[in-house]
Nanobody, 121 residues
């Protein structure tokens, strides 16, 4: 089955950097949009950044200029470089991908298991 596996979370001080990575595996025919979402305690899950297969990216206003999303279509991976981290960036970060499986005509959304990012001194 299709799986998304994230890595790279952890504890970092304010102003620091982290890089999240996500790899999709399984019977994949094509991947449309890939992205990152986050959910802080007591809050709804929110979009952080998304990127199309052509490399067009969009960001939440709160992370513009600090976060950069990228993807490697050959490796079915998406990454999120997070710089100038703030305590309000603390959340569980989830990878998301819209994937069409082999021999299946429609695409579905898949989610990773989440990785914790904590920004604290």
């Amino acid at each position: 089955q299709v799986q998304l596996v994230e890595s790279g979370g952890g504890l970092v001080q304010p102003g620091g950097s982290l890089r999240l990575s996500c790899a999709a595996s399984g019977p994949i025919a094509s991947i449309n949009v890939m992205g990152w979402y986050r959910q802080a305690p007591g809050k709804q899950r929110e979009l952080v950044a998304v990127i199309t297969s052509g490399g067009s990216a969009n960001y939440a206003d709160s992370v513009k200029g600090r976060f950069t999303i990228s993807r490697d279509n050959a490796k079915n991976t998406v990454s999120l470089q997070m710089n100038s981290l703030k305590p309000e960036d603390t959340a569980v970060y989830y990878c998301n991908a819209n994937i069409r499986r082999r021999f299946i005509s429609i695409a579905n959304d898949y989610w990773g298991q989440g990785t914790q990012v904590t920004v604290s001194s």
